[in-house]
């Protein structure tokens, strides 16, 4: 019997056959359960003892009975995915459960779950290193649940990477980020009108990501102080937090970037306070320009100048490789980017102004090589 840590229902004598019966609902219908006969529970007082002694062997049956995976994703949605999740990682997250893990484990057991059946299914899937890196990451969250709502003991989770591997996941990158040299950039804003070319300038010269930048509203801008304040972004026209603490900051404008951005503000149509920069006319103002619409128009510039792709995350790369060139300290450039590790600083940017030719041509000046 579902839910049976709680029944609610009524004790009932059927007079005709003589017996004891429980009622109760159940969803929309109605259910019975006979107790007894009137030989067998003389009293009501009886058949509600009885009652009491089926309801605990229910209860008992319904705790030792494991829960399959499809019940724990309902109970980790409810309980905690709302809860400690920003609203597009809870949507990735549905997605890597509703495509890959429900169909192959919905009606498993987590326990069934372990390292080296889940490392061999991971290896079939038709998905890069990092993607089979997400599938990962939502049975790790599965199992980290389970043991949180005591459905399975405490235990280390087999999820981690030392014991269930994902080949490739961190050797293997299957598309190199696109960082532009300032000469091709110059070359791509060419091609782009406003205010996508504004949206590209603020993007790089403040190392936004685009969902930053796309959240931006005209009150976010300090003209006097040259700040402008990151405080939000918007994923799938969703406007949510920031992606992490540190992400939230006023962050400096150059004056050639704030030039921009008073020239965009005199013809925009949309410039209130509240206003998005990047407002949307399709959308009469009310959410800024979609994430594809700004994709297409880049990748249009990109194709002009003869690259295959350009995306949004790409200025955030080009911003870091430029600090890099111009000597700036990765602390410095860590704020800028507004990380919290420098870890993660350093595995943004390239080389893309030279600056090894120089390395090598210094080295050959060096006694050591006479």
Known sequence: MRGAQKLKGSVVFNRSRATWNYLWREGKGRKSRKLGTLAELPTRVDALRKLEALQREWRLQHERTPLTVMQLIEGYKADRMVKTLRKDSQRSLDVWLRHYVIPKWGEHGITDLDARSVEQWLETLPLAPKSRGHVRSAISRLWDYAMWAKHIPAQQNPMIHRLCRVEGLTTVRVREAVNLTVGKFQEWMTHLESPFNVFALVSLSCGLRGSEALALRWGDVDWFASKLKVERSIV?????????????????????????????????????????????????????????????????????????????????????SWMDANGTKLTVQREVMRHSKLEMTAKYGAVVTGEEVTAVEQLAEMDAWR
């Open 236 to 320: 799938n026209q969703t406007v949510d937090e920031t992606k992490t603490k540190k992400s939230r900051k006023m962050v400096h404008l150059a004056a050639k970037v704030l030039e921009a951005l008073k020239q965009w503000h005199q013809v925009s149509e949309f410039t209130g306070s509240e206003d998005w920069i990047f407002a949307s006319p399709a959308q009469l103002g009310r959410l800024p320009w979609s994430y594809n619409v700004i994709y297409r128009r880049y990748h249009w510039a990109a194709q002009k100048i003869g690259l295959k792709r350009l995306g949004t995350h790409s200025m955030r790369h080009t911003c870091r």
